[in-house]
Each structure stands twice: as structure tokens, then as C-alpha cells.
């Protein structure tokens, strides 16, 4: 879900689209857009996990009263992405779902454990008519550090597809990432049974591989962004707190700058609940893409994520917690186009 492909295609979009939800005031103040340079390079393709990240920022179905679960078990997190600006007149609109599963937040269970984000506009039927998006992202964590063994996501943007994977070598101190694409002759939401291959015809063009590799800074433990997510749940935060943990993609990502700005109070479930406010700053190889998040984290046992916020050109996303279960283990999320892609060899 690339945000300016997104951006660019709701131009026009009918206010009236399913999911809107008129103007929804947060109980936080919006941080101010900070504009960034260009990638050195001029390139339009831009690495998968940013969909990750924007995943994360968009960073995140329903309307409960808070669910009760045991801080020592899985959670399975459902989020409404929302978007807010010049292409929605200034009013809120929701676009797409967001579901992230985490392990044991206490490190209780198996050695090592899966935390996965999906991400779908499936359900919001004007967003899938201009430009549907699925997104899933899976996560090998090593508890209760937690540390990342590997990492795969799957992709379906329109009618681009791709998928990748990142394989964290410890012993070399070394992350590998490997990515494919290739685009279909059709867009639009899949139809395919998951046993059902797909036919040359399918495809409008070759596959389109590539692979990099990042070292790993000296005794920091491996982590991609589901992990640093994880990590810093486990912390014990404090206003001022500021942590410089090393976070890696295979590609440009070094790690976050992350800021606890003070204590606040965000809205979920309908009461008003005790969290931190948290500045997230990405630090890239090239210093670029460096706009910051802002998350809501909890303030009780379970630390739970309540609120992401970022700000682009055209706007502002929001992903708010909507509910919160007990889970021990990820739902499959299946991409079967995506899943069809053969990876580069190591």
C-alpha cells in the first residue's frame, strides 16, 4: 500500500464510501508534518517493508468494550486505519483493516513464537474499487528477548504482487532480504482458491527478483519492526526515557530513535485510558523517509498498543485499537497470488 499510490487514487473519492465516519476528534493533538528529500536515486520502487511500516503507521474492525485477556498470553490486536485531509476534505475516513497478533508479551510458552500484521481494504467496498490492498507480514521471534529469526510478507497492491523475506544470520552478523514481484494481468481483490495455481496468462510481466543484505551491529540483538514493537512493550518506560535500539529490513534501516514525550490519555473502548506518547524517528543508511510515528502505548500490565499516528503530503493516518482478544497463535493470512512467487536463491 504505497501512501502517495493511495493518495493519488482517492482524488475524487465519494465521501459517502463505506467506513466513513465523519470528523473524529482524538484526545491528542496532531504532530505537524515534517517534509523530507527524495531518495538519492530517483527510483519509484520502494522496498516492501515499507508497506510494512506504512502498515504499521496506517501502523493499524469492530467496537467492543475491552476484552479481558491475560497479559501472559497471545493478543490478537484489530485496528481501523483512518485518513485524514486535503483528498477527505478535511474529514475523517476510514480505509482499510488491520489485524496484529503478538506472542506472550511476559516471554510465558514456547521458545520461540509467530507475531504476525495483515493488512486489508476487503470490506471497504469504494477503497477496493479504486485501489485494493492486502498485506501480511510474519514474524519468527525468539522470546523473551525477543529477537527476530526470520521474517516473510506477502503483498497485493492493485494488480502488483510480491513477496520476500528476510533471513537474520547471527552468527555473521548479517540480515539477508530477498524480494520478488511481478504484476497481474487483472486488478482487483483475489478470487483464487488457495489450491487453485495460477496460469501464464495470469501474469502481465516476468518476475521481477532482487536481494541485499545489512550487517547487524556488534551484540545488539536481531530485530525487525514486529520485534522492536514487542521490545518495547517490555521496557520499563518513563517519561524523558529516550532508546536508540538497532532495527534492521535488509535494506536501508538502522534502527529508531524513540522519544517517551509524557504521559497522556487516549480514547478506547469508550473511556478514557492512561498511555504514554511515544516518538518514534526511523534511521536510515541514506537519511531519508525519516518522518516519525507516534504511538500510544498503555500505561497497564499489558502495554497495550492503543493508538499509531503519522503525517504524510496529502494528510494524516491514524491506526486506533478497536479491540483486543486472547490469541496463542496467528491466523494463517493467505495471498495465494503472492504465494505463487518463487524467491531469489540465497
Known amino acids: 500500500m504505497y501512501t502517495a499510490d493511495l493518495q493519488s487514487s482517492l482524488r475524487g473519492y465519494p465521501?459517502?464510501?463505506?467506513?466513513?465516519?465523519?470528523?473524529?476528534?482524538?484526545?491528542?493533538?496532531?504532530?505537524?508534518?515534517?517534509?523530507?528529500?527524495?531518495?538519492?536515486?530517483?527510483?519509484?520502487?520502494?522496498?516492501?517493508?515499507?508497506?510494512?511500516?506504512?502498515?504499521?503507521?496506517?501502523?493499524?474492525?469492530?467496537?467492543?468494550?475491552?476484552?479481558?485477556a491475560d497479559p501472559g498470553g497471545g493478543e490478537r490486536l484489530?485496528?481501523?486505519a483512518s485518513y485524514r485531509g486535503l483528498l477527505?476534505?478535511?474529514?475523517?475516513?476510514?480505509?482499510?483493516a488491520v489485524t496484529l497478533t503478538l506472542p506472550p508479551l511476559a516471554g510465558i510458552g514456547p521458545e520461540a513464537a509467530e507475531a504476525l500484521l495483515?493488512?486489508?481494504?476487503?470490506?471497504?467496498?469504494?477503497?477496493e474499487m479504486i485501489l485494493p490492498m492486502q498485506f501480511c507480514y510474519r514474524s519468527r521471534?525468539?522470546?523473551?528477548?525477543p529477537a527476530t529469526q526470520e521474517a516473510d510478507w506477502w503483498s497485493r497492491i492493485g494488480s502488483k504482487v510480491s513477496r520476500g523475506r528476510l533471513d537474520f544470520d547471527v552468527q555473521h552478523r548479517r540480515v539477508l532480504r530477498r524480494h520478488v514481484e511481478r504484476k497481474l494481468t487483472a486488478r482487483g481483490t483475489s478470487s483464487y482458491a488457495l489450491e487453485q495455481r495460477l496460469s501464464s496468462a495470469?501474469?502481465?510481466?516476468?518476475p521481477d527478483p532482487d536481494r541485499s543484505e545489512a550487517a547487524l551491529p556488534p551484540q545488539a540483538p536481531p530485530m525487525d519492526?514486529?520485534?522492536?514493537?514487542?521490545?518495547?512493550?517490555?521496557?520499563?518506560l518513563v517519561p524523558g526515557m529516550v532508546l536508540d535500539p538497532a532495527v534492521s529490513d535488509g535494506h536501508r534501516l538502522l534502527g529508531f530513535h524513540i522519544e517517551v514525550e509524557g504521559e497522556d490519555s487516549t480514547l478506547w473502548g469508550g473511556r478514557s485510558v492512561p498511555s504514554l506518547r511515544i516518538r518514534l524517528q526511523p534511521r536510515f543508511s541514506d537519511d531519508t523517509d525519516n518522518r516519525p510515528t507516534w504511538l500510544w502505548l498503555g500505561r497497564d500490565a499489558r502495554r497495550l498498543p492503543l493508538l499509531f499516528r503519522s503525517s504524510r503530503v496529502f494528510g494524516h493516518f491514524e491506526v486506533r485499537l478497536e479491540a483486543a482478544a486472547a490469541q496463542a497463535q496467528p491466523q494463517p493470512c493467505a495471498i495465494p497470488e503472492a504465494a505463487e512467487l518463487a524467491l531469489p536463491a540465497l
Open 225 to 236: 519492526r514486529l520485534a522492536l514493537l514487542q521490545w518495547l512493550r517490555r521496557q520499563p
Open 78 to 80: 484489530a485496528y481501523v
Open 118 to 127: 495483515s493488512f486489508t481494504t476487503q470490506g471497504f467496498r469504494k477503497v
Open 202 to 206: 495470469s501474469w502481465a510481466s516476468a
Open 141 to 145: 521471534l525468539v522470546l523473551p528477548t
Open 15 to 68: 465521501l459517502d464510501a463505506r467506513g466513513f465516519s465523519g470528523a473524529r476528534r482524538s484526545p491528542c493533538a496532531m504532530p505537524p508534518y515534517r517534509p523530507t528529500g527524495m531518495k538519492p536515486t530517483g527510483t519509484p520502487r520502494r522496498p516492501m517493508h515499507r508497506t510494512a511500516c506504512i502498515a504499521l503507521l496506517l501502523w493499524l474492525i469492530l467496537a467492543p468494550a475491552p476484552a479481558a
Open 88 to 96: 477527505s476534505v478535511g474529514l475523517g475516513l476510514d480505509i482499510a
